[in-house]
């Protein structure tokens, strides 16, 4: 079993353990109006992450649960357009309740970020108060991918289908996606190349929106991923290090100098 296939057999453990919370949910339904994701990807918009750890890195927020309001109006604050939430609790240290927690307070739209391969987390997401959910094509044979992106479709939420290469590419395609992510990092090996994008963004049809994510850390990356077509980029680490530190002059910076703000 790779990492991938082991982090996606635990959340399916850890989901089972919090099943029942499902029924909860479901009895009070959803509260919150769908807040199209797809919508907020406009040439070229910045996707924060809300990532307290990873399984590579360690610890990034020492406390989630009490900086998560800090965390998520400096967020609005530097202009992103839509959050993602990492919602799987043993590698990321991530919560399902984050989502709720922010809708609380934050119109922007959210993905629920984790390893689905069930229905059930889908409904997980869509009660919770997310806009849009994850779907990981290298953990979902075809078929599985095709009914829980209906699944999902049926509910009225986005789905980001991440993709890492051709192969994986070519099964997306024939679904007729409306965003496309590409990740960066290969999830198997956790090495990242931006390149990645620059390659299979090129054999992706224009009406498709496509998101670049991981690894993107500076103005200059964002420019570039910008100017071949890219609608947004999702960024995790660095977005929580500039959070970080509010007074330093990079946070300022980021967003300032790249050609980000021109092109909305
Ligand atoms: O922190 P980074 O390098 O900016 O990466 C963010 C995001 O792309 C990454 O967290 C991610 C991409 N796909 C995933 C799937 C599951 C968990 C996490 C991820």
Excluded: W
Excluded at 36 to 60: N, R, T, Y
Excluded at 151 to 160: E, I, K, P, R, V
Aim: one cysteine or more; glycine letters at 6%; hydrophobic letters at 40%.
């Amino acid at each position: 079993m790779n990492i991938l296939e082991e982090i996606s057999k635990r959340e399916t453990e850890e989901f089972n353990q919090r099943r029942e919370f499902l029924n909860v949910f479901k009895k009070y339904g959803r509260i919150y109006p769908i807040v199209s994701f797809s919508d907020a990807l406009k040439p070229i918009s910045i996707i924060g992450e809300f990532k307290p750890a990873s399984p590579v890195k360690g610890i990034f927020i020492k406390n989630p649960k009490k900086e998560i309001r800090n965390f998520i109006d400096i967020y609005e604050k530097i202009g992103c357009k839509a959050i993602s939430v990492l919602t799987n609790k043993r590698d990321f240290n991530g919560d399902p309740l984050y989502i709720s927690y922010i809708k609380a307070f934050c119109n922007l739209p959210i993905l629920y970020k984790n390893f689905i391969l069930l229905e059930d987390q889908i409904e997980e997401a869509f009660l919770l108060g997310a806009d849009c959910v994850l779907l990981i094509a290298s953990i979902l044979k075809p078929k599985r991918l095709k009914s829980l992106y209906a699944f999902a479709n049926n509910l009225g939420l986005d789905s980001l289908i991440e993709i890492h290469d051709e192969e994986e590419l070519n099964v997306v395609l024939e679904l007729k996606p409306k965003i496309i992510g590409i990740n960066n990092r290969n999830l198997k090996t956790f090495e990242v190349d931006i390149n990645n994008t620059f390659r299979l963004s090129k054999n992706i049809p224009g009406e498709i929106k496509i998101v670049s994510e991981s690894g993107i850390k500076s103005s200059e990356e964002i420019d570039k991923l910008f100017n071949c077509g890219i609608s947004g980029v999702l960024i995790g680490e660095a977005m929580v290090k500039l959070a970080n530190k509010p007074g330093d002059l990079k946070l300022k910076n980021f967003l300032k100098n790249s050609n980000v703000q021109n092109a909305c």
